[in-house]
């Protein structure tokens, strides 16, 4: 069974920020939170990851809280090539192929 | 590189055909895994490989699933004989180097008559 808790669904105006939310209160000390996106038809998309710090890079930031017990991945600049099922997923560590388990995740649509 | 490259995009069979999906890893990935996609249950994983030697194949449907890396570069996944149920949306993934991030292909869509 999947670790985390993400809302089924969510809505973005297009232009702003998009804040996912994800739960993970069991998650371990060595455990990363790693999130992807799944445009429909498409395959996975890599997006970001962390362990403790809060993260950015080119297409979005994370924010990990301190205890580390839920995180939310920030769309800054929400289009709407952003629709997408959103995957949170906590992972142990950075070891050589540990498999990703999805759960539902979160359908974010953006809309003009 | 051009990514995980997965071959056919779309496979339409009858019940009882063998069908095998094919993939093409990322160059210098050194883990490959295979996932199904379907409506009722979402992303599952199937099998992983590290260093082309099988890791975890619990969550191979039945013995009529079978997986193979015949190089350290390219895997097959099998289905023999094909059942009705088998249709989905199958993708395999590849990881390697220090972050580990797991790179997936387009998928292969399979309908099985």
């Known amino acids: 069974d999947a670790k985390t808790t993400q809302p089924p669904s969510m809505d973005c105006a297009e232009g702003r920020a998009a804040n996912l939310p994800c739960n993970h209160s069991?998650?371990?000390?060595?455990?990363?939170v790693y999130w992807y996106r799944q445009i429909h038809s498409q395959g996975p998309q890599y997006i970001i990851h962390?362990?403790?710090n809060n993260e950015t890079n080119e297409m979005a930031s994370l924010i990990i809280t301190e205890d580390r017990k839920s995180s939310t991945l920030i769309l800054p600049h929400a289009t709407l090539r952003d629709t997408a099922v959103y995957y949170c997923i906590v992972r142990a560590g950075n070891q050589a192929g540990t498999a990703l388990i999805f759960g539902k995740g979160t359908t974010l649509s953006v809309s003009s | 590189d051009a990514g995980v490259i997965q071959s056919p995009r779309h496979e339409v069979t009858e019940m009882g055909q063998e069908v095998t999906l094919r993939c093409k890893l990322i160059s210098g990935h050194n883990s490959l895994f295979w996932y199904r996609q379907t409506m009722m249950r979402g992303l599952e994983l199937l099998i992983y490989?590290?260093?082309?030697?099988?890791?975890?194949d619990s969550g191979m449907p039945e013995d009529r699933f079978s997986a193979k890396m015949p190089n350290a570069s390219f895997s097959t996944l099998k289905i023999q004989p094909s059942e009705p149920r088998d249709s989905a949306v199958y993708f395999c993934a590849s990881s390697g180097g220090t972050k580990n991030i797991q790179y997936f292909g387009a998928g292969t869509r399979l309908s099985v008559l």
């Open positions: 490989f590290n260093n082309n030697v099988p890791i975890d």
């Open positions: 069991t998650i371990s000390g060595n455990e990363y």
């Open positions: 962390g362990l403790k």
